[in-house]
Each structure stands twice: as structure tokens, then as C-alpha cells.
């Protein structure tokens, strides 16, 4: 059997093409919302994971966390570090995963990270737990093209989508190697740099989504430097959804009392963000 057989065997979730499909039946773009999970504790974070649907994300990415997250800028370094004091581990993100999937059948969640805590997990292992847990996607911000053999195939074919980034530096040479398989959607950083180190402009944006849209047909989302609920409106204008991170991260962490713990007002700042940031997104086209 070829590989293209074998992957085409795999049983995918289409969470994702179920969602960026009603989004387009809408008329409008996506926001996708980022937390690390376990931050700042496993409880809290279960209740912000649960809460963020009906808050207006319309996809989840969920960082699994790490202690050498490179593409990270303060704030999430930040949240991992938390997360990972508090018992963080990929079993128990895994755990959010599963438990959140009890009450929510639909929405697409995203496990985002680094190879290193997969490859220490077992690629086998964690493809088959993340699959039983109810994850519809990775993103591995440290796995090329070239290295497509050590997760991004074999995700493929358990039938895990694996979305593959896109940058401002990435050329006419290098992207179809990018897209090549790419799944679920792509995600186009729009700035170089760390994550929450600038915003790029509406019109750098749009060139680039457009230049993507002319090499797949998969949807595009855009992330890093949103921090706003009008930048994300910009954004929803012309990607298909908005990537918010480190923003929603730091509002989390200005909640936190003195040795970094959750407070009452947690769940409710966080989730009242995110509010505003999907009636944003919601109302960008009109």
C-alpha cells in the first residue's frame, strides 16, 4: 500500500473542514483562541478550555507545555513555565482534551507545540491518545518539510489533520514544499519574530493570504500580533480566521495573585475577552 493510500485510509475527525464550512455558509471568518494547557492549574484551565465556545472561539488551539518553546515570546514562556510547575504533562493535557470533549462533540481543538515532548511521549502512543482524546489537529512549529516522516505523515495517516505554518519569509520556491500536506487549514504567521512581538498591517496581511489562496484551497488563518478586538476585525476581513495568543494569555496572567495562582476573577476576564475579541471577528464583514 502506497503512503498516499494509507493516508487516505485514515479516519479523519473533519472537525476542522466542519467548521471552516459553516463559517463560510456565515459569511464570516473564524477566531481561533490559544491557551497553554494546565495554565495556571489543570482545574482552571478545564474551565476556561470549556468555556471558550460559547465565549465565540470557533477553533481551539491548546499549547502543550514546554520548557524551551522557542517561537514563544515572554507571555506564554511564561504560561508554559506555569503550567509545568502546576503538574503539567502531556497525559494531562490530554486529559483537558478528553474531558472536554464529553460536553462538546464539535469544536475543533488544535494541540500546538514542540517535537520534543511528542517524540519523549512516543509518536504511536500520542497519536493514538490524541485521536481517542478527541484532538483534530497538530501544530509543530519545529518539524520542516524535510522531516514530514517523523510526525506530520504518520499524524496523516491516523487520521489527525497537521497544519503546517507559513510565514512573511517563506518564498515561491519553499511554499509548496510548506503546503505539500498540509491539512485542516494553514496558519500564516503574519509577522517574523515571537509570538505577541508586533502586528502586521491589514494590506501586508491580505497580499499574503491572497498569494496563498493561489497555491491551495485550504482555508488560512492568521496569527501573532493580534491583540486587539479591532485587529482581529482586520484580520477577519480578509483570512478566513484570526489566530489570538499571547493576548488572551496575558490577560489570564494579569488575573493571577502574587505567586501566580488563579484567582476569582480568572475564568470570567479571560472568557469576557474573548468575547469581545469574536464580536469583533463576527461583525468585520458587515
Do not use: W
Amino acid at each position: 500500500m502506497s503512503l498516499a493510500t494509507e493516508i487516505d485510509a485514515g479516519t479523519e475527525t473533519f472537525r476542522i473542514a466542519r467548521r471552516f464550512a459553516r463559517l463560510r455558509a456565515e459569511g464570516r471568518a473564524g477566531l481561533v483562541t490559544f491557551l497553554t494547557a494546565g495554565d495556571p492549574d489543570h482545574a482552571t484551565s478545564l474551565a476556561l478550555l470549556k468555556g471558550l465556545p460559547a465565549a465565540g472561539a470557533d477553533l481551539i488551539e491548546l499549547g502543550m507545555p514546554f520548557t524551551d518553546p522557542m517561537a514563544d515570546g515572554p507571555a506564554i514562556q511564561a504560561s508554559s513555565l506555569r503550567a509545568l510547575t502546576a503538574g503539567a504533562r502531556m497525559t494531562r493535557t490530554l486529559d483537558l482534551v478528553r474531558d472536554f470533549r464529553r460536553d462538546d462533540p464539535d469544536t475543533p481543538v488544535i494541540l500546538m507545540g514542540y517535537y520534543n515532548p511528542v517524540f519523549s511521549y512516543g509518536v504511536d502512543r500520542f497519536l493514538a491518545d490524541a485521536r481517542e482524546a478527541g484532538v483534530d489537529g497538530l501544530i509543530v512549529v519545529d518539524l520542516p518539510p524535510e522531516a514530514d516522516d517523523e510526525l506530520c505523515l504518520p499524524a496523516l495517516k491516523a487520521g489527525v489533520s497537521f497544519v503546517r505554518l507559513s510565514t512573511p519569509t517563506t518564498d515561491e520556491r519553499r511554499l509548496p514544499a510548506v503546503l505539500a500536506h498540509t491539512s485542516g487549514f494553514v496558519y500564516h504567521v503574519s509577522i517574523t519574530g515571537i509570538t505577541g512581538a508586533g502586528s502586521a498591517s491589514e494590506e501586508s496581511v491580505s497580499a499574503a493570504v491572497a498569494r496563498l489562496k493561489r497555491h491551495t484551497d485550504l482555508p488560512v488563518a492568521v496569527g501573532f500580533g493580534i491583540t486587539t478586538p479591532d485587529q482581529a476585525a482586520a484580520i477577519a476581513r480578509v483570512a478566513d480566521a484570526a489566530v489570538v495568543g499571547s493576548a488572551i494569555v496575558r490577560r489570564l496572567e494579569q488575573t493571577l495573585d502574587a505567586d501566580g495562582r488563579a484567582t476569582a476573577a480568572t475564568v470570567p476576564a479571560v472568557l469576557d475577552f474573548v468575547r469581545t475579541l469574536a464580536e469583533g471577528v463576527r461583525t468585520a464583514r458587515g
